[in-house]
């Protein structure tokens, strides 16, 4: 039986189990890993926003902060892998 609390009803797994199909529930967990990651991602930016106000000299640097706040630096283990030993890490430098 469904149980009201705040506007949302509450159902047992026996109940949502009979009334949502695997399809459903795994369309369900992608819009929630969707939404999740896209939160991540603006709490990033963000982030980095708040730092490049008071760090950048002018609007492109600010922009430039901003729209990197999802990179990680190559770690030295990154750089002796040898799968990715031979990859060109800088393209514009090869040109």
């Known amino acids: 039986m469904a149980t009201p609390l705040c506007g949302y009803l509450l ?51 600010f922009r430039d902060i901003v729209d990197a706040a999802h990179l990680n630096p190559l770690s030295s283990q990154d750089k002796r892998n040898a799968q990715t030993k031979q990859r060109l890490w800088n393209s514009v430098s090869k040109a």
């Open 11 to 61: 159902f047992s797994r026996s109940e949502l189990a009979t009334m949502l199909s695997a399809a459903d529930i795994k369309k369900l967990e992608a819009e929630c890993l969707e939404k999740i990651q896209g939160d991540e991602l603006y709490q990033l930016r963000n982030d980095a926003k708040l730092r490049a106000v008071y760090a950048a000299k002018n609007y492109d640097e």
